[in-house]
């Protein structure tokens, strides 16, 4: 094997690591569970969003200059600010760390310790992650690179076990669209939104082992960013068939968490129980850790320095210890009118990057998402319980928003008024 291809796969199981933290495990069962026995197109749009986006993200952002800056200065430098703060409030203390110590709760200490504290738990969760993140040292990456083959070793167990020896059989479950449920779960993982932040990192490793064309990096990334997608396929896809062959079994309002630790339960004992449980919150520590010190980072450079790196990194933990309190349903819930905001700017930002140098007019990217988020915007609401019925009757009648794509055909036409009105205005300049 020669040194580019090492390189490659190096690079890939890094982009798995980084994309597939701890708490994206109990997604695919939970979805699995809802669509039973029309699991396989539920899977193909859980793929999209879940694995397709961050990878074209992870492309996009390199091919852009290898920052979300790069990416969405495009729009307005004041937008790029804006929508990078909303990314990084999510995959933040908004969302995603709290959503590690949460899950550290349900599936490390619950099952183990029925009495135990949630809040006692995320205290010491979370002051052994400002521990860490304030003295930084070789340890949480010695951790990382045991503990991401440990879990992934304990999924293939799993899976392959659950494969041939099923729980169940998938059911109908009356699921109308489970390709569009897919696609909008996908969301929950919030990769597409974190692969803009993490091609900074991937195009750095690049350049620490030789890489310094610009072309050589993006080739290197792409092929990287297949190893990585296959590796997630196939886990995603093994949890998703057990959580369908448990669509018989469990109700359908079993919590996320109580889902994937019954389900391991079953396949391998009170063992298997104890040993993902173990894994899991530690690959949630190091998932912690990381998105805390890169939260620490990008506010601190966003004020300029005036705001130092501790005591914003002091205020993203204790945030994040509160809001995990609330629990990893009320968290993903929490997220759903955030990210279906957001997602739809970021999927817009993503692909018209990747095809940058067929876009001659760069207003296009400030009519496409404006004409997405006007729509969006209405979905969040929609969410949140507080829709406006004749916009959401009027949005419903859009192409592909049965499937919940209506953002799409706004995204277009904004795209195209931007550059007429640009053309306009130059003529008569």
Known sequence: MNKTSKDVIVVGFALFAMFFGAGNLIFPPALGLMTGDTWVPGLIGFLLTGI???????????????????????????????????IMLAIGPL????????????????????????????????GVTLFLVINPSGIVDKIGKVLTPVLLVSLLVIIIKGIMNPIGTPVDTGMLNPFSKGFTEGYQTMDALASMVFAGIVIGSLVQKGYTDTKDQIKLTVMSGLVAATGLAIVYGGLMYLGATSSGIFPADISRTQLTISITERILGNAGKALIGISVSLACLTTAVGLTATCGEYFSNLSNGRIGYKPIVIGVTVFSAVMSNFGVDTIVKIAVPLLVTVYPVGIILIVMNIFDDYIPNKTAYTGAVFGAVCISLFDALAAMGTPILAVSELISKLPLASSGFA???????????AMATMKKKQKNA
């Not at 492309?59 to 703060?85: R, Y």
């Not at 959503?99 to 738990?121: H, Y």
Request: glycine share 10%; hydrophobic share 55%; charged share 10%.
């Open 52 to 86: 397709g986006m961050p990878v074209l993200g992870i492309i996009a952002a390199s091919k852009a200059g290898g920052s979300l800056s790069d990416l969405a200065d495009k729009v307005n430098p004041t937008f790029s600010k804006i929508i990078g703060t909303v």
């Open 95 to 126: 969302l995603a760390i709290p959503r590690t110590g949460a899950t550290t709760f349900e599936m490390g200490f619950a099952p183990v310790f029925p009495s135990v504290s949630p809040i006692l738990v995320s205290v010491i969760f979370f």
């Open 407 to 417: 953002w799409i055909l706004p995204a277009i036409v904004g795209s195209i008024i």
